[in-house]
């Protein structure tokens, strides 16, 4: 087969200082969807940075799974090392393999069983709490939800909400202000201003939240958690455990694991209320295979549509929309040389929504999962998991807990958008959601 070649080009009209922050800033998405344009791999500048961005499934692929050239760093994983130290997702390569090796085994479908309990309750206490006609704001409830359930899952059943309060409010200040802190330059961020008085501030009482209730769990409780199997996996390794690793590790999973399935929900329910035939089929498929009222674990791999709006979801919405990597040694890229020390970002949106890639791109479809049209996509047409040894650990966790919520939803409830709802992504968040949505669930089969 001959070698397949790729061609490059350079995103036209940064503004000064800012480059494409500005254009970024105002419009994600549609600057994103824009970038194909420009070539397979586009050149651009963001702040005082020159980046390169991968517009082709093929070459994002390539630099998603080649994490040894295109390893961790680069200004997003610089800032996210000031909240997440050197855990899994931050931590350079030559660190990578053994921080996985010991975090994987919380991860195992074994554990994931035990984790089921957790979210199955949190779901069914959130929806006893509706009755018909109920309205609310979609993200911030599906937040708590999901900020509740990694809280439990990770350390015990017994956590008190003092904990998850003072982590949703750490996290409300850090990934608001991500983004802006990425664009300026690092000097600005040392200031003493307001904005960054804070975001220190919020820093101290999320590590001081994770280690009580490090020191807490160490105690002893039921074990069946992360923080249990990430403490005998070190044992296994014979390593002393050192607790500011253990933290590293807790805040990653914590950040990692409660946004991005927020805003997963969030948009599902968003999509689903603006799709009749969609929520018809999902109630479907939830009356015909659900035993219950409510879904169970065991029931999951049951529910192919319900997974199939999940991943259209991503594929629309990916919740991690914008990462970055840093080149190790000079390498080529598109017949690009890009020195090292090069940032690459990372962003699944030019591929997603590239009607080259997916006919109609803009559509909500999920049945283009099915397995046989999947199955014509490109190679690293979805990368809203990310792809490689750094593929996202907690898809199958994250994945199981979206389809837990929306059959349970499903089941019972019809779901509507209230009026007027402002779509636009809320600017410089590090997950992407919505500036304002509020949800009305009604019972179904009540006029
Ligand atoms: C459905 C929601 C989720 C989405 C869309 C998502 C997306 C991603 C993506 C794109 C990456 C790769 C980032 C990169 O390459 O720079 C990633 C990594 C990661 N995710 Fe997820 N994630 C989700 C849920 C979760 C959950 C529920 C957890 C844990 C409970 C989790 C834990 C992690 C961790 C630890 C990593 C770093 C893996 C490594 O570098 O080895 N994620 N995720």
Known sequence: MPEQTFTSGVVPSGWPLLGHAWPLFKAPFAFLASLPQHGDLVEMRLGPTRVYVPTHPELLRQTLVDDRTFDKGGTYYDRAREMAGNGVATCPHQDHRRQRRLLQPAFHEAQLDKYATVMEQQIADLTASWGTGHSFEAYPVLYGLALRIVTHTLFSTHVDDAVTEDIRESFDVVFSNFFRRMFVPQAVNRLPLPGNRRHREALALLRGAVERVITESRGGDDGNNVLAALLAAHKAEGATVVDSELRDHIVTVLAAGSETVASTLTWSLYLLSQNREAQDALQREADARLAGPLAVWSEVPALPYTHRVITETIRLYPPGWLFTRVTSTGTELAGRHLKPGTTVVITPVPVHRNPAVF?????????????????????????????????????????????????????????????????????????????????????????
């Not at 499903?410 to 919505?434: G, I, K, M």
């Open 359 to 447: 006919s109609r791109p803009d559509a909500f479809d999920p049945d283009r999962w099915l397995p046989e049209r999947a199955a014509t996509l490109p190679r690293g047409a979805f990368a809203g998991f990310g792809a490689g040894a750094r593929k996202c650990i907690g898809d199958a966790y994250g994945v199981g807990e979206c389809t837990l919520a929306l059959a349970s939803v499903a089941r019972r409830w019809q779901v509507e958008t209230l009026p007027v709802p402002d779509v636009r992504p809320v600017p410089l968040a590090a997950f992407y959601r919505p500036r304002r949505l509020f949800l009305r669930v009604k019972r179904r089969n009540e006029p």
